[in-house]
């Protein structure tokens, strides 16, 4: 093997070769040494502002990029502060028109109201009503369009005598509501009791041909129904038949006051032996009147 060509590694300083680098081509040992030191401490600054300069532009490019970060989210941010307040100002809106509906909603039930109560004013401005009564219902004069005639041991042929005699002015008057018999069931028949209801009708309507007619039936009180129950009841049955074949209108005020074949004693009063109501009676009665008038 022919011998390598020996390296000249003579007369080299590594020191010098870490320093100032390694010598370009053709570039002699001598004029690597000949080198001035300022050019070559020149470069160095050259190399330090380079890197310098990269280092700069990548913290500025690092400072935009995070500019530009921190400005999206600002952007962010402000599109939630925009879609937040535009929601709350929805649903304050919302809130504002739901009260005004309601408002409105409540405005026209109260037109409607008022508008129904002055037509029950007109009906009942428009409807007098009389009720004429033996002492049974002397202590109804609470009702509403209603004037009360109670007369002590009034029987069907009193209230004849009176509108004759112009005791009463049956021209006041839409209604009649007459409550009789009471007096009349002891002494007289079922035939004479319902003859005498007819003569009265006629009279009614001889004097007032408008005015509408109720007949309220006999009560069976606990003081005589022993011997006039089963003709109270004959009374009742006529009168209804009666009602219904002359157009008139028949109140089943007994009903009230009977259960089981017999009067219901606790409406009647206990000192008289329950000849005549009490207070709960007169409730009772009242209610069957009150009744009859709301629905004329």
């Not at 206990?270 to 409730?283: I, M, R, S, V």
Request: proline content about 2%; hydrophobic content about 35%.
């Amino acid at each position: 093997m022919a011998d390598r060509p020996r390296r000249d590694v003579h007369g080299l300083n590594y020191k010098s070769l870490s320093e100032y680098g390694i010598p370009d081509v053709g570039e002699t040992k001598e004029e690597k040494k000949l080198e001035d030191p300022s050019s070559v401490k020149r470069k160095l600054d050259v190399r330090d502002e380079k890197k310098s300069l990269s280092s700069a532009k990548k913290k500025l490019a690092a400072a935009l990029s995070l500019d530009k970060s921190c400005n999206e989210d600002d952007v962010e941010n402000e599109e939630l502060r925009c879609l937040r307040a535009e929601l709350k100002s929805t649903e304050d809106d919302l809130k504002s028109q739901r009260l005004q509906n309601e408002k409105l909603k409540l405005k026209e039930e109260l037109k409607r109201k008022q508008q129904e109560l002055e037509k029950e004013k007109e009906v009942v401005t428009s409807k007098k009503v009389l009720v004429f009564t033996d002492s049974i219902g002397k202590y109804l004069d609470d009702i509403i369009c209603m004037d009360l005639v109670a007369v002590r041991g009034a029987r069907i042929y009193s209230l004849r005598n009176m509108i004759k005699g112009r005791d009463i002015c049956l021209a006041n008057y839409s209604h009649i509501i007459i409550h009789l018999g009471t007096n009349d069931i002891v002494n007289n028949s079922v035939d004479k009791i319902i003859a005498d209801f007819r003569e009265l009708i006629v009279t009614i309507k001889s004097y007032s041909s408008s005015i509408k007619i109720f007949i309220s039936s006999i009560l069976p009180r606990p003081v005589d129904f022993s011997y006039t129950g089963n003709k109270c009841k004959s009374v009742n049955l006529e009168l209804s038949r009666m009602c219904s074949k002359s157009n008139l209108s028949y109140i089943r005020s007994f009903k009230r006051f009977f259960h089981k074949g017999i009067p219901v004693r606790s409406l009647f009063a206990f000192k008289d032996g329950g000849l005549h109501l009490n207070e709960a009676g007169q409730y009772e009665l009242r209610q069957c009147f009150q009744h009859a008038i709301n629905h004329m």
